[in-house]
């Protein structure tokens, strides 16, 4: 099982920007695809984006063109950068891994070890 640890939430205001690390417990992300996750309260979780092995990037319709997927294998650190933040974008954020490196996908099922989530709160 592999190890995701997550940092980098707190509280901006809107129109701000924050961005969130995820750390693995080792060289994984060379062979994983790693996607990131949010869950609202009283919401079901849903996917943001994600990122295959070659580097390939998917997104959500409602974070593209705000947020922004991105790796350093060499750190084994996932990053998710995100611009122009609104009340809605307000969840726990979550990493994972899949182990079907070549596939980047939003489904939830692909994805076998989980971080345990850090909070982005974002006041109007």
């Known amino acids: 099982q592999v190890q995701l640890v997550e940092s980098g939430g707190g509280s901006v205001q809107a129109g701000g920007s924050v961005r969130l690390s995820c750390a693995a417990s080792?060289?994984?992300?060379?062979?994983?695809?790693m996607g990131w996750f949010r869950q609202a309260p009283g919401k079901e979780r849903e996917g943001v984006g994600c990122i295959d092995n070659s580097g390939r990037t998917l997104y959500a319709d409602s974070v593209k063109g705000r947020f922004t997927i991105s790796k350093e294998n060499a750190k084994n650190t996932l990053s998710l950068q995100m611009n122009s933040l609104q009340p809605e974008d307000t969840a726990m954020y979550y990493c994972?891994?899949?182990?079907?490196?070549?596939?980047?996908?939003?489904?939830?099922?692909?994805?076998?070890?989980w971080g345990q989530g850090t909070q982005v709160t974002v006041s109007s």
């Open positions: 994972a891994a899949s182990k079907l490196g070549s596939l980047c996908a939003l489904s939830q099922s692909l994805y076998n070890s």
């Open positions: 080792g060289s994984i992300y060379t062979q994983y695809s």
